[in-house]
């Protein structure tokens, strides 16, 4: 539906965007996941229309979206400091857009009412912004947006400024929302988490390139390249080299996995998949036990290897005493190669 | 205790600067005219303010300058909106300069500026020479001493005091705001009217008031730049004291102009205090 061909686009000397690709399906819910300075909000802010890029190409359902400028678009954007207008109730903001479209009083009043019952804020019609709360406030800027109808909704760190309590509730009514409008939803983020819980699909930037797109289930299990293994920060990344059909790790103090492609460069070691290995069992390495976090379900333990790495591990019984000499060990195909 | 004694040195300056010289003035108005130094004994006579009531002169002279002062104000803030947009616009970095831009006249004298547009609008002067070298016009015309001399003079004068209230209300605002309005469907125009005048229409009274009230006093630029009829309460001011010499009628018109005056600016603190 909506297709981004060679996008690039120069700030001074920061290459926000450089040559991205990327395809949206219609009515999927697309999580764009990077770190500050990775072009996520730059993106976001081109198909919106307040960025133009230097080169490359944008269409939705065919047609070239760049001459089109913002108020003319069909895609809607809930803004990420929400943008209530404080001068207008919250009626008022939700009619905004469909006064400008021109929409009649009447089916404007049944819409809002269709936008704010889907929002869950019934009876606040007449509230101004600042006497809503944080969590009320989000919901108007959707209801906003929404209202409108979008074939594609962008929505800039949705939950960034929800305490931790609301958003988890509030991330899973989003995709209830984007199930039934049936819109294409395109999530900025910097929170993995929010990412794998909510999106169809996610697609990690770095340094204004796509480094891996996919299913959460497969980004997380199979991340291509050794940033996105960092950047979902549930892996372990060790570097080396292949040597006589060994993975060869200076950090990891020899040799630590074996039968991998040769254009290997490092592994990602999943915490939860490495464990701690009792007496009887010949473990892939040993290290000392640096530091443990209790996390109420599980253990976070550090342990510094052999070679001087520091492996994540996630244990599930209480740990050895922090200091104590350890064995850890892991299947073959919890080792992911990466070759870039 | 100790708050008194903080603001001992704010009441003493208010007693000089603002009291003192009020007093005078009231004491001043029910004096009685005389040939001396100074030109009058104390008294209690009420025949100025009788003078100011019963001869319609003071009362035009009172209504051409509040007339003047709003015109100015008002023709402040449609060229303040326009200059504050587009300094709110820029990259922050470039605010200070455009900044300095702005108050950039106000490096020169006030009176020497004036004397620029004398320059500028005489029969002689700049406008008229180019107007008829390019054969626009065959004589000379009259743009000196006239109302549009004297507004050009009265808004080149008191610009940035609408300017700097909008410009600042302008920075507070979120941008995301404007990009809102666009991305649900308002052109420029439409932003304009519906979110950034109504969330800066506080910040554009402020300017309209700081413009008005020093405006409606003024004396200096309709004397200079404007016609002879313009009679504003300042020049009459001016005249009753300097060329009749009734210091009580002249005291009386400037009571009469500061009672005018009280409402607006009290209007103008409740802003402040609003915003």
């Known amino acids: ?340 | 205790m100790r708050r008194a004694v903080l603001l001992a040195p704010l009441w003493a300056w208010l007693l000089l600067i603002v009291a003192a010289p009020v007093l005078i003035l009231v004491v001043m108005a029910f004096a009685i005219p005389a040939d001396g130094v100074p030109p009058f004994t104390l008294g209690l006579r009420f025949a100025a303010f009788v003078m100011l009531v019963e001869d319609f002169y003071y009362a035009k002279a009172l209504l051409a300058a509040l007339r003047l002062a709003a015109t100015t104000a008002g023709l402040c803030l449609l060229i303040a909106y326009p200059i504050a947009l587009g300094m709110a616009g820029v990259q922050p970095r470039w605010r200070l300069p455009l900044l300095a831009l702005l108050m950039l006249p106000f490096w020169t004298g006030f009176v020497l500026r004036l004397g620029a547009w004398i320059g500028l609008l005489r029969d002689e002067g700049l406008v008229n020479h180019l107007l008829r070298g390019l054969g626009i016009a065959e004589a000379p015309l009259p743009l000196l001493y006239t109302e549009g001399a004297m507004l050009a003079g009265m808004v080149h004068a008191y610009l940035p005091f609408a300017v700097l209230p909008i410009f600042t209300a302008l920075i507070r605002l979120d941008p995301a705001l404007w990009e809102a309005a666009a991305d649900l469907g308002a052109r420029p125009a439409r932003v304009f009217f519906s979110v950034t005048l109504p969330l800066t229409l506080p910040a554009a009274a402020a300017g309209f008031l700081l413009v008005f009230i020093p405006a409606a006093g003024e004396f200096v630029i309709p004397e200079l730049l404007g016609p002879p009829e313009a009679q504003v309460i300042g020049r009459v001011l001016w005249q009753e004291f300097f060329q009749n010499r009734d210091w009580p009628l002249a005291a009386a018109l400037a009571l009469a102009l500061l009672a005018l005056l009280i409402l607006p600016i009290r209007w103008f603190q409740r802003l402040g205090a609003g915003a």
């Open chain 1, 1 to 340: 539906m909506l297709i981004a061909t060679a996008l690039e686009k120069r700030f001074g000397p920061v290459q926000a965007l450089a040559k991205l690709d990327l395809a949206i399906n219609a009515g999927e819910f697309f999580a764009l996941l990077g770190g500050s300075g990775s072009g996520k909000s730059t993106l976001l802010r081109m198909l919106a229309g307040f960025e133009a890029p230097d080169a490359g190409a944008l269409t939705l359902d065919g047609q070239d979206l760049l001459p089109v400028p913002p108020w003319a678009r069909p895609i809607n954007m809930m803004f990420q400091s929400y943008a209530l207008f404080p001068h207008m109730n919250v009626a008022e903001n939700i009619a905004y857009g469909l006064k400008r479209a021109g929409v009649a009083a009447q089916e404007r009043r049944s819409r809002i009412a269709v936008a704010l019952d889907l929002v869950g804020l019934q009876g606040l019609e007449a509230r101004k912004p600042q006497q809503l709360s944080g969590g009320q406030k989000q919901r108007v800027a959707l209801a906003r947006s929404v209202v409108m109808g979008p074939r594609l909704l962008l929505l800039d760190e949705p939950m960034a400024a929800l305490d931790a309590g609301l958003r988890e509730r509030t991330g899973l009514e989003l995709r209830v929302l984007q199930r039934k409008t049936g819109a294409a939803f395109i999530m900025v983020t910097h929170d993995q988490q929010e990412a794998l819980a909510l999106a169809d699909r996610i697609a990690v930037l770095e340094a204004g390139r796509v480094a891996q797109i996919g299913p959460p289930q497969e980004v997380y299990a199979r991340p291509a390249t050794r940033f996105v293994a960092r950047f979902l920060g549930a892996a372990n990344v060790l570097e080396g080299r292949m040597q006589d059909g060994g993975f060869e790790s200076a950090e990891a103090g020899g040799v630590i996995a074996s039968g991998l492609p040769a254009e290997t460069i490092a592994i990602a070691l999943r915490a939860e998949q490495i464990r701690l290995t009792g007496a009887a069992e010949a473990p892939c390495t040993t290290g000392i036990l640096e530091d443990v976090a209790y996390r109420g379900d599980d253990w976070l333990l550090i342990i510094r290897i052999q070679g001087g790495a520091r492996l994540r591990v996630v244990h599930n019984a209480p740990p050895p005493a922090p200091g104590s000499v350890v064995g850890v060990a892991w299947g073959a195909a919890a080792v992911v190669p990466l070759f870039a």
